[in-house]
T-cell receptor, first 114, second 115 residues
Framework: AQSVTQLDSHVSVSEGTPVLLRCNYS??????LFWYVQHPNKGLQLLLKYTSAATLVKGINGFEAEFKKSETSFHLTKPSAHMSDAAEYFC????????????FGSGTQLTVLP | DAMVIQNPRYQVTQFGKPVTLSCSQTLNHNVMYWYQQKSSQAPKLLFH???????NEADTPDNFQSRRPNTSFCFLDIRSPGLGDAAMYLC??????????????FGPGTRLTVL
C-alpha cells in the first residue's frame, strides 16, 4: 500500500521569498514520486519527478525537490516565489513499475502575495 | 508540440441528458486515463485503457462509460448525468512501459456543469 500526506493545505508567501511545500509518503515498494501543479481551471502540469536516480531533482520554473528516504519526505522548494507560481500543487506517489497506480496527496494551495 | 487535447474545455448539460467528452493525444502513448476531479479535491481515477484493454476502477459508477476507437482518441460517456457529476474531467496518457520512469501527462481538462 502507498499513501501521500501533504502537510499543509494552504501556504502563503510573499513574492521573492522562498517556497516550501511539504510532502511525506508511505510505500511498501521503491516509489516514484512526482510533483504536479494545477492552475485554476487547467489540467495538471508535471513539475518534476524522482525515479531512484539523483535524490535532488530539478524541475521546471526553478522548482526542485529532495528525496529523503530516511525521513520518507519529498518536499518541494523554490528559492524565490513569483506571482505566477500561485496554484494548487499535488504530490503524487506511484509504485515503481506501475504508472497506472497513482496515489495523490490532498493538494497544497500556494498563494503568493505582492 | 506533442500533447494531450481535450474538447470541449467547458460543457454544460442538463440533468439526465447524455454527454460525451473527448480526449486526443499526439504522444502515441499506449495508455489513456480518465480522472474526475471535484472542487478542492485530488483527481480520482475512473478507468484507463492499455491499448484496447479497458480497466475499470472498482468504485466507478456504471453511469460512466468509455470508448477508445484508436490509439489517438478516447471518449468519456456519461449516460445520465446527475448534479453530483459536475466536476473537472481530466484525461491523461502514459507510454505504458512498466518502468519506474513512466509518467502520466495530463490534458487541460473539461469542466462539466449539470443543470
Amino acid at each position: 500500500a502507498q499513501s501521500v500526506t501533504q502537510l499543509d493545505s494552504h501556504v502563503s508567501v510573499s513574492e521573492g521569498t522562498p517556497v516550501l511545500l511539504r510532502c511525506n509518503y508511505s510505500s511498501s515498494y521503491s516509489p516514484s514520486l512526482f510533483w504536479y501543479v494545477q492552475h485554476p481551471n487547467k489540467g495538471l502540469q508535471l513539475l518534476l519527478k524522482y525515479t531512484s536516480a539523483a535524490t535532488l531533482v530539478k524541475g521546471i520554473n526553478g522548482f526542485e525537490a529532495e528525496f529523503k528516504k530516511s525521513e520518507t519526505s519529498f518536499h518541494l522548494t523554490k528559492p524565490s516565489a513569483h506571482m505566477s507560481d500561485a496554484a494548487e500543487y499535488f504530490c503524487v506517489v506511484t509504485r515503481s513499475g506501475s504508472a497506472r497506480q497513482l496515489t495523490f496527496g490532498s493538494g497544497t494551495q500556494l498563494t503568493v502575495l505582492p | 508540440d506533442a500533447m494531450v487535447i481535450q474538447n470541449p474545455r467547458y460543457q454544460v448539460t442538463q440533468f439526465g441528458k447524455p454527454v460525451t467528452l473527448s480526449c486526443s493525444q499526439t504522444l502515441n502513448h499506449n495508455v489513456m486515463y480518465w480522472y474526475q476531479q471535484k472542487s478542492s479535491q485530488a483527481p480520482k481515477l475512473l478507468f484507463h485503457y492499455y491499448d484496447k484493454d479497458f480497466n475499470n476502477e472498482a468504485d466507478t459508477p456504471d453511469n460512466f462509460q468509455s470508448r477508445r476507437p484508436n490509439t489517438s482518441f478516447c471518449f468519456l460517456d456519461i449516460r445520465s448525468p446527475g448534479l453530483g457529476d459536475a466536476a473537472m474531467y481530466l484525461c491523461a496518457t502514459s507510454l505504458g512501459e512498466v518502468t519506474s520512469t513512466d509518467t502520466q501527462y495530463f490534458g487541460p481538462g473539461t469542466r462539466l456543469t449539470v443543470l
